[in-house]
């Protein structure tokens, strides 16, 4: 034996260029247009490794043969396979060596299909929603679509191709060529996106990522242009403090001289949709009550309004003395003794239990808007009582 021989084999360089029997691999298989998922046959295909460029057979009924390609001891060879069709957009997919324990030294005859996508051919304009989860309000942000080497295609049972998960995974050659489109990002509000008609490029698979949506983690997905059609995506809430509350001026256990009491909660706050304002204002009057002895036993008491129109919710008028306001952070509740419809000033009134707090919705004025809670979730109970001076 040679010294280039012996030098060649303990190199474990491939036989073609050596002689050493370090095993090959040949591919099979056949060849479909990406839009119709016809059969191709007018198409050439080649194998490129190192320094050499193998072309492979094509048959008449479409079936290509294409091989040689050697493998080493650690099989550590990378390979191309090119594929070339009149009127259709380059094909090149670059590809390590298969891998699979005790196919040293072996030849392996392995089946792979292929996609071609014709030139020139305009993805269809399409809409895509993106929804708040929680909430009905419309998402507002930046969508990016980026493209990838693997197709979806490649993950669809229903195409007619390839080899699923066997030994080598799922055997379908990748057209990393569709790598070369841009990037295509932009904004979108109203909960949703449209791409034009070309937009994207016919049977390209995207990354697509949904990001910069205030108080929502972005979300994560993939589309191949022209081969799926609308699609719909839910963001979570992500990356705020939740709303709490974090004091109370009945904390501090000292009696009030009118009857007043301050929330006040870690972050500014507003009413949950403020068209119902006037909603939780009557929840709140409807809901509140004092504590008043007859005291000097005269027969005579201090005694709330009820509700002068117990079925409408939108009364704009508190017949019972109740008001609140937002300061920032801060709740103040307040009542006057307007909504006293009877009075006793030798009957002291010991307290204001202010209540309805279950119909009241406070949330974050810095968003999200789902982060939001009802005000009796916030301060641990339905109701408040608040100690009047004696």
Known sequence: MSVRLLLCCSLLLPTL??????????????VYD????????????????WQTVTQGDVDDNGRYTVGGIPQTADQGN????????????????????????????RTENLYYDAYLFPEGLLSPAVTFDINLS?????????????????????????????????????????NDEDLQFRSVTKPFSGGEVTFDEGEL????????????????GPIEASYTAGVQGHQSWTLEPSGFTELALVFAS???????ADGSAV????????????????????????????????????????????????DDDSDVVQ???????????????????????????????????????ADINLVSARGPITNRSSLSELLGSGTLTVEMVP
């Open 201 to 216: 490029v016919y049977g390209v698979s995207y990354d697509v990522t949904v990001f910069d949506v205030d108080g929502y």
């Open 250 to 256: 009945t904390d501090l256990g000292l009696w009030s």
């Open 134 to 174: 929680l909430t009905d309000a419309e998402a507002e942000g930046l969508i990016r679509l980026e493209p990838r080497s693997s197709s979806f295609l490649y993950d669809d049972s229903s195409e007619p191709a390839g080899v699923d998960d066997g030994d080598y995974g799922s055997q379908l050659w990748s």
């Open 263 to 310: 929330l006040t909660f870690n972050q500014p706050i507003e009413f949950f949709g403020s068209e119902r304002l006037e909603e939780y204002e009557e929840a709140l009057d409807d809901g509140s009550s004092i504590v008043s002895a007859d005291a000097d036993d005269d027969g005579e008491r201090n005694i709330l309004f009820n509700d002068l129109t117990p």
């Open 34 to 49: 990406g839009a119709s998922g016809d059969r191709l046959s007018g198409y050439s295909i080649f194998a490129e490794y």
């Open 319 to 357: 017949e019972r003395g109740t008001a609140m306001v937002i300061e920032e952070n801060r709740l103040l509740l307040s009542w006057s003794s307007a909504g006293l419809e009877e009075s006793d000033a030798d009957d002291p009134i010991e307290a204001i239990n202010y209540g309805g707090f």
């Open 78 to 105: 990378d390979f191309s396979i090119i594929i070339q069709a009149e009127g259709y957009r380059s094909f090149m997919s670059h590809n390590s060596m298969p891998t699979v324990e005790g196919a040293e030294g």
């Open 17 to 30: 260029l050596c002689g050493c029997d370090a095993g090959e691999f040949n591919f099979a298989g056949r």
